[in-house]
C-alpha cells in the first residue's frame, strides 16, 4: 500500500469553528488531492496540487484553502466550518500528470468530519 | 449528461456468478480510464487501469470502447469478498485530475 496517512481520522466540530486536516505520504509523489465523498454525490475533487506552494482548484472549493509548504504534507483548511462541510475527506496522491499509467491516484484511509 | 455514468446498483448476484457492469463517459477526448474498488467506509484502492486493447487480471477483464464511449468491468466466479462498491474513473482531459463516477454497488451472496 502507498504510504500516506491522515489525521484526525475522525472529528467533530461545532458551526464557525476552523478545522485543518493533514495528509502527508512518504512516497516523494508530486500531485496531491483532496476529495470530499457525500451519499449521492460521489468523490469530488477540492483542491490539488502540483508542487510544492502549487495549488489549484477542483470542483468543489469554495469554503476551502490548502498549503504545501513541504512534498509531503498537504493541509485542508476549513476556515469556519458548516454543517454543509460534513463529510468524508480523502486525500490522494499520483506520481505525475503525464502518461497513461502516472495518472493512477493512490487514497489515504480518510478523516471523517462531522460539524454540529 | 454527466461526465462519468455507472448504474449505482445493488447487483445481487450469487457466488460463482460472472457480472458485468458498464460506464460512460462525456468527454470523447477522455486520455486514460480505471476501476476502482471501494469497500464500504473505506478508502477507494485501484483495481485495474483500462487500456485501448482490454486487459484481464484473473478474475477480472476491463474493455474500453471508444467509439461508444464506455467502459466495462466483467468478474468472473465472483467470491463473496467481490462485495464492494466499483468506481469508473476517467481522465477527461489528459492533465492531473480524474473523474470519478458515483460508483456501482455489488453483493454477493452464498
Known amino acids: 500500500d502507498a504510504g500516506i496517512t491522515q489525521s484526525p481520522r475522525h472529528k467533530v466540530t461545532e458551526t464557525g469553528t476552523p478545522v485543518t486536516l493533514r495528509c502527508h505520504q512518504t512516497e516523494n509523489h508530486r500531485y496531491m488531492y483532496w476529495y470530499r465523498q457525500d451519499p449521492g454525490h460521489g468523490l469530488r475533487l477540492i483542491h490539488y496540487s502540483y508542487g510544492v506552494k502549487d495549488t489549484d482548484k477542483g470542483e468543489v472549493s469554495d469554503g476551502y484553502s490548502v498549503s504545501r509548504s513541504k512534498t509531503e504534507d498537504f493541509l485542508l483548511t476549513l476556515e469556519s466550518a458548516t454543517s454543509s462541510q460534513t463529510s468524508v475527506y480523502f486525500c490522494a496522491i499520483s506520481e505525475s500528470g503525464t502518461g497513461g499509467s502516472s495518472y493512477e491516484q493512490y487514497f489515504g484511509p480518510g478523516t471523517r468530519l462531522t460539524v454540529t | 449528461r454527466k461526465e462519468v455514468e455507472q448504474d449505482p446498483g445493488p447487483f445481487n448476484v450469487p457466488e460463482g456468478a460472472t457480472v458485468a457492469f458498464n460506464c460512460t463517459y462525456s468527454?470523447?477526448?477522455?486520455?486514460?480510464f480505471f476501476w476502482y474498488r471501494q469497500d464500504c467506509r473505506k478508502e477507494p484502492k485501484l483495481l485495474m487501469s483500462?487500456?485501448?486493447s482490454g486487459n484481464e487480471d484473473g478474475r477480472f477483464t476491463a474493455q474500453l470502447n471508444r467509439a461508444s464511449q464506455y467502459i466495462s468491468l466483467l468478474i468472473r466466479d465472483s467470491k463473496l469478498s467481490d462485495s464492494a462498491t466499483y468506481l469508473c474513473v476517467v481522465n477527461p482531459t489528459g492533465y492531473s485530475t480524474l473523474t470519478f463516477g458515483k460508483g456501482t454497488m455489488l453483493l454477493v451472496s452464498p
Open positions: 468527454n470523447s477526448a477522455s486520455q486514460s
Open positions: 483500462v487500456y485501448s
